[in-house]
């Protein structure tokens, strides 16, 4: 059982930016993918960013490219989303999820294919 907390979540202005982490404590972390989702009050979750496990490869949403990057640190067991240029529509709930097997690209953007998930972190964005 991988444990992860999410962390860096706030309120901030539009145009602002935010960090979440992820941080996991199973210290095989770096052999799992990893993906941020994340779901708005009476929406279903939806994709936002995922990386490989080597951290080479690294898929957005298209409503997010450009403003938030997703990363890796495998020696902390972290997988960060830098966000910038927020924007209202960017509120959410933002979850972070791990997954051992080996993911397609169009897999990766399945929060059913992920195997742990962390327990959120809230992200508001005020106008």
């Known amino acids: 059982q991988v444990q992860l907390v999410e962390s860096g979540g706030g309120v901030v202005q539009a145009g602002g930016s935010l960090r979440l982490s992820c941080t996991a404590s199973?210290?095989?972390?770096?052999?799992?993918?990893g993906g941020w989702f994340r779901q708005a009050p009476g929406k279903e979750r939806e994709f936002v960013a995922s990386?490989?496990?080597?951290?080479?490869?690294?898929e957005y949403a298209d409503s997010v490219k450009g403003r938030f990057t997703i990363s890796r640190d495998n020696a902390k067991n972290t997988v960060y989303l830098q966000m910038n240029s927020l924007k209202p529509e960017d509120t959410a709930d933002y979850y972070c999820?791990?997954?051992?097997?080996?993911?397609?690209?169009?897999?990766?953007?399945?929060?059913?294919?992920?195997?742990?998930w962390g327990q959120g972190t809230q992200v508001t964005v005020s106008s």
């Open positions: 990386v490989s496990w080597t951290g080479y490869t690294t």
């Open positions: 199973d210290r095989t972390f770096s052999i799992y993918a």
């Open positions: 999820g791990v997954v051992r097997r080996y993911l397609t690209s169009q897999e990766m953007g399945v929060w059913t294919k992920y195997d742990y």
